[in-house]
Nanobody, 126 residues
């Protein structure tokens, strides 16, 4: 399994920005979708965004479209989630995950992801 380590969480006011990063332990450039999920207290884990590493195809949850951007940095084997215009309802633990997927395919079902990071807390104050 791929080892994943998230960073970049923290406390921010509504309307502010944060960038999360996820460093993978091995080269994932050919056969993976890298995704971000989040889980708020008392709620189920939900899909946020994902990117097919090889093709750079992306997919977003409707709730974050236009505000969040997922990208990958090949040289550092790292995926980023740029979060702008943050809202209090974005408060959650954010998890990075990896799923094997063919070129161009962007999976979003958490059951397809076999590797997970430890999570990073994002808190947005009103």
């Amino acid at each position: 399994q791929v080892q994943l380590v998230e960073s970049g969480g923290g406390l921010v006011q509504a309307g502010g920005s944060l960038r999360l990063s996820c460093a993978a332990s091995e080269r994932t450039s050919r056969t993976y979708t890298m995704g971000w999920f989040r889980q708020a207290p008392g709620k189920e884990r939900e899909f946020v965004a994902a990117i097919n590493w090889a093709s750079a195809s992306t997919r977003y949850a409707e709730s974050v479209k236009g505000r969040f951007t997922i990208s990958r940095e090949n040289a550092k084997n790292t995926v980023h989630l740029q979060m702008n215009s943050l809202k209090p309802e974005d408060t959650a633990v954010y998890y990075c995950a990896a799923a094997r997927s063919p070129y161009g395919s962007v999976v979003s079902d958490h059951q397809d992801f076999g590797s997970w990071g430890q999570g990073t807390q994002v808190t947005v104050s009103s």
